[in-house]
């Protein structure tokens, strides 16, 4: 049967995993590579890393931490942030992801989705969406106003038809942010990830409030997420993928745990 | 041990290279060459992307090259689209001939059910005899992204449902195939590509 996936996201400042609420008064959570390797162990399904610098030099570091994150690392691996063209989706390819997710740039440029899908399949992108509620729209979650420039600015395009338009470009995921519920623990926005999943054929991987085990069960039943992603649930030993999993199966959630 | 990976410039050839390289064996890569196809002790067809691409084995003359590794008993492993390779076609390109080592026709997953493609960890339920699969335990998950798929027959050796039965694993003498990617598959696939670098010729 398939399972419900668990994503490991790190976020990535100058090389080093950092974690702070909305990107403001960062605390260094580790090396990238050891991080990653550690989620995976401890049963993570897939390791996101995101780069939150997005400066010339930055790019450099990143290129090196992807490399140095994909060397041993044998599970589904999505490298994110800056990723504005083909060439910088090619680089990050090269360096061993096997995944890009883009944000702004596809939002800017809608054809970016389908020019990285054609060259390196639907499967290695994934289309990141950061969405809030609007409360006056007639529909406030499917027509939630998507932002670009990490949650700065309205791009002037509404969640559901935004997913539709991705999906029809060729995008292999969606990567949905609730800006909502970021940085609250206080649970997964299901209404806003089920408007997106009922949508789309496409997998639809939730992100965005994890705090407890019943948030995962949640986003999963109610939310009808293909998969989760959280960060700061995993760091500092708060959990690890493999006991939150458990736990989950006891839930009645298919999940992955080895024999 | 020298394995040749076929490139057939649909994707992303890293993550092969790497679980390859990481099991010790030397790798060449080859997009028309064919001289590795040749030499090699082992050929792997990784593949991402579209059917179609694979026309691009024909163009290059890759294909006959191919067909008399595997006749001279080559053990070759197909990946994904690789897999798919293997069978006379599949509905994603009509009229697109693969190599015809497995009679069948891939085809999609039906509509309406699932969504589609199939994407995450899945199960494989293992043949007892299968040798690709030696170690591999029924319900071992395994890491899947596809939307075509091949038909259980007496060569397939490992099933998964997905809405219905598929193959995941195929496996007739020295040629074999895996719909799912065991370089990305942790240790359940690393254990899978060993046991297909120590299959004897």
Same mark, same amino acid.
């Not at chain 1, 990238?32 to 890393?49: F, Q, S, T, Y």
């Not at chain 1, 995101?50 to 490399?67: C, N, P, Q, Y």
């Not at chain 1, 910088?88 to 970016?112: C, M």
């Given at each position: 049967? %398939?399972?419900?996936?668990i994503i ?17 008064d960062l605390?260094?959570a580790?090396?990238?590579?050891e991080?990653a390797?550690?989620h995976?162990?401890?049963g993570a399904d897939e390791i996101?890393?995101l ?5 010339h030099e930055g790019r450099?570091t990143l ?5 140095r ?7 589904p ?15 990050v390819?090269l360096a ?12 800017k440029n809608p054809?970016l989705?389908?020019e %990285?899908?054609k060259?390196?399949?639907s499967?290695a ?10 409360k ?5 979650v499917?027509?939630a ?5 990490g949650?700065?600015?309205p ?9 539709r ?5 060729g995008?292999?995921?969606?990567l949905l942010?609730s800006m909502d519920?970021?940085g609250t623990?206080?649970g997964f ?14 997998p639809? %991987? ?11 069960a949640?986003i ?5 997420a293909d998969a989760a992603?959280?960060?700061s649930i995993?760091?500092f030993g708060?959990?690890?993928?493999r ?6 199966a006891?839930s ?5 745990l080895?024999c | ?9 649909a994707?992303n050839l890293?993550?092969?290279l790497k679980?390859?390289?990481h099991l010790?064996v030397d790798?060449?890569?080859?997009d028309?060459?064919l001289?590795?196809?040749e030499?090699?002790e082992?050929?792997v067809l990784?593949?991402?992307g579209?059917?179609?691409?694979t026309q691009?084995?024909?163009a290059?003359g890759m294909?006959p090259a191919?067909?008399a590794?595997v006749?001279? @008993?080559?053990?070759?492993l197909?990946?994904?689209v690789g897999m798919?390779w293997l069978?006379?076609?599949s509905?994603e390109a009509?009229g697109h001939a693969?190599?015809g ?5 891939c085809t999609?997953?039906?509509? @309406?059910?699932?969504?589609v493609?199939h ?6 339920t ?7 699969l ?5 319900g ?10 091949a ?8 099933s ?5 039965l598929?193959a995941?694993?195929v ?6 195939g ?7 598959s942790s240790e359940?696939?690393l254990k899978?590509?060993?046991n297909f670098?120590?299959?004897p010729?």
């Amino acid at each position: 049967m %398939i399972t419900k996936r668990i994503i490991a996201c790190l976020d990535v400042h100058a090389g080093r995993v950092v974690k702070g609420v909305q990107f403001v008064d960062l605390v260094d959570a580790g090396d990238p590579a050891e991080l990653a390797a550690r989620h995976a162990r401890e049963g993570a399904d897939e390791i996101v890393l995101l780069d939150i610098t997005a400066t010339h030099e930055g790019r450099r570091t990143l290129l090196d931490t992807v490399k140095r994150t994909a060397e041993e690392l044998f599970v589904p691996f999505t490298v994110g942030g800056g990723i504005r063209t083909v060439e910088d989706a090619e680089q990050v390819f090269l360096a061993g992801a096997d995944k890009v997710s883009i944000n702004s740039a596809a939002l800017k440029n809608p054809e970016l989705i389908s020019e %990285i899908g054609k060259i390196f399949g639907s499967q290695a992108v994934v289309v990141a969406i950061d969405a809030r509620r609007d409360k006056e729209a007639a529909d406030p979650v499917c027509d939630a106003q998507v932002f670009v420039q990490g949650g700065r600015k309205p791009a002037g395009r509404r969640v559901v038809e935004w997913a539709r338009e991705a999906e029809e470009r060729g995008a292999g995921e969606i990567l949905l942010t609730s800006m909502d519920s970021d940085g609250t623990r206080a649970g997964f926005d299901c209404e806003l990830t089920a408007a997106v999943s009922r949508a789309v054929s496409i997998p639809v %991987i939730a992100s965005g409030g994890a705090g407890t085990v019943d948030h995962f069960a949640d986003i999963f039943k109610r939310g009808k997420a293909d998969a989760a992603l959280a960060a700061s649930i995993f760091h500092f030993g708060v959990s690890s993928a493999r006991s939150l999993k458990e736990q989950l199966a006891l839930s009645g959630i298919s999940v992955r745990l080895s024999c | 041990m020298r394995v040749t990976v076929i490139d057939y410039k649909a994707g992303n050839l890293t993550s092969v290279l790497k679980a390859l390289r990481h099991l010790g064996v030397d790798v060449t890569v080859t997009d028309a060459d064919l001289a590795p196809i040749e030499s090699a002790e082992r050929i792997v067809l990784p593949g991402v992307g579209h059917f179609a691409a694979t026309q691009r084995l024909d163009a290059t003359g890759m294909t006959p090259a191919i067909r008399a590794a595997v006749q001279r @008993g080559v053990p070759f492993l197909g990946i994904c689209v690789g897999m798919q390779w293997l069978f006379a076609g599949s509905t994603e390109a009509p009229g697109h001939a693969g190599l015809g080592w497995f009679a069948e026709e891939c085809t999609r997953f039906p509509e @309406g059910g699932e969504k589609v493609p199939h994407v995450g960890w899945n199960s494989v339920t293992p043949k007892a005899d299968s040798r690709l699969l030696a170690g591999v335990e029924p319900g071992e998950f395994v890491y899947f992204t596809h939307s075509y798929k091949a038909p259980v027959t007496a060569d397939t050796a490992a099933s998964t449902e997905y809405m219905q039965l598929f193959a995941s694993v195929v496996e007739r003498g020295n040629v074999m195939g895996v719909q799912f990617h065991p370089e990305k598959s942790s240790e359940a696939g690393l254990k899978i590509l060993r046991n297909f670098l120590e299959i004897p010729r």
